[in-house]
């Protein structure tokens, strides 16, 4: 799983920061975190763009009731986030922790006791459990029922001596597609049934697993499903290679497009309607902007004269 470690210092992108942060001083929640995920669109690993990220769900969760442009659920569980949120190794539950940023810049705690914290993670191998998976467990029974919970526990990966406490910091969302933006050829949405969805539909779902944004509804392919071949894995390649395939001779998708592809299913849950199967399509090999061919090429040469 990717994840962002906020450095103690780095090569800030200053007009993004000063234009979000405008926008999050004028309580446009929304607008400020459309930004950001337009920057990181086009560059996924910007340290600035995923700073400010965690700045402005953070705000925005203290802003919420009174901002007259709150962020939405769809923006929140955008793919392109995954590096900067948290998930719970039991229920795989995701928050952002804002426990990164109270250790960040001048003047930030160097040790850190965080009052009902949303969960505990273990400080050696990140191990993490939600508030909710954390109750659930059992309660020494050496411990008297009145004494105050004292927040830490033994980390139950097996063989990790760790502890679990605070801070908790982000480890990445283990369902995101990890195929770069620039590399998505297209997206092919179907779901079970034959009508097929909507490009807002469709949105909602592609970009809570795709690193993509709003703005790439012309990557995205609806199809009708076949009724059926949504239960097992073996009918859903069959029904994914052959939307491909037709995708393919309408001129919609390049040659090849089926062995560039990944499948994710996308079981029906919370803000989805039904199940989905959303087949990924990488460019073909060669179609990669000439300045990296060159940077490639180039490495490659300097490796050869360096063994
Ligand atoms: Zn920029
Ligand atoms: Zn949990
Ligand atoms: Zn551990």
């Known amino acids: 799983m990717r994840r962002f470690e906020l450095p103690a210092d780095w090569d800030h992108d200053r007009p993004l920061e000063r234009h979000v942060r405008e926008l999050l001083t004028a309580d446009r929640h929304r607008s400020a975190l459309d930004e950001v995920l337009r920057h990181l669109r086009g560059d996924p690993e910007s340290t600035t763009g995923l700073f400010m990220a965690q700045v402005t769900l953070m705000q925005s969760r203290t802003g919420r009731l009174t901002s007259p442009e709150p962020v939405t659920e769809q923006q929140a569980s955008s793919a392109l986030l995954a590096p900067v949120m948290t998930e719970c190794s039991g229920c795989r539950g995701v928050w952002c922790s804002n426990h990164a940023l109270m250790f960040h810049g001048p003047g930030a705690a160097t040790t850190l006791t965080v009052m009902n ?61 990890p195929t770069a933006p620039e590399s998505i050829e297209g997206v092919v949405v179907a779901r079970d049934g034959l009508i097929p969805p909507t490009m807002e539909e469709a949105l909602r779902v592609v970009t809570k697993f795709v690193p993509l944004t709003a703005d790439d509804a012309p990557l995205i392919h609806n199809r009708p499903g076949v009724p059926g071949l949504m239960s097992d894995t073996s009918t859903r390649d069959e029904m994914a290679s052959s939307l491909v395939h037709d995708l393919e001779r309408e001129g919609l998708l390049a040659h090849g497009a089926w062995t560039r592809s990944r499948r994710l299913f996308i079981l029906a849950g919370t803000a989805i309607d039904t199940d989905y199967l959303i087949t990924v399509v990488r460019k ?19 490796r050869r004269k360096g063994g």
């Open 117 to 177: 914290p949303l969960g505990l993670q273990c400080q050696d191998c990140r191990y993490t459990l939600c508030r909710e998976c954390r109750n659930q467990r059992p309660q020494s029974y050496t411990a008297p029922v009145d004494m105050a919970e004292i927040v830490s526990q033994p980390c139950p990966a097996p063989g990790c001596a760790g502890e679990l406490t605070t801070p908790v910091l982000p480890t990445g969302r283990h369902d995101v597609e």
């Open 284 to 302: 073909p090999k060669g179609t990669r902007p000439r300045g990296l061919m060159e940077a490639l090429r180039s490495a490659k040469r300097s």
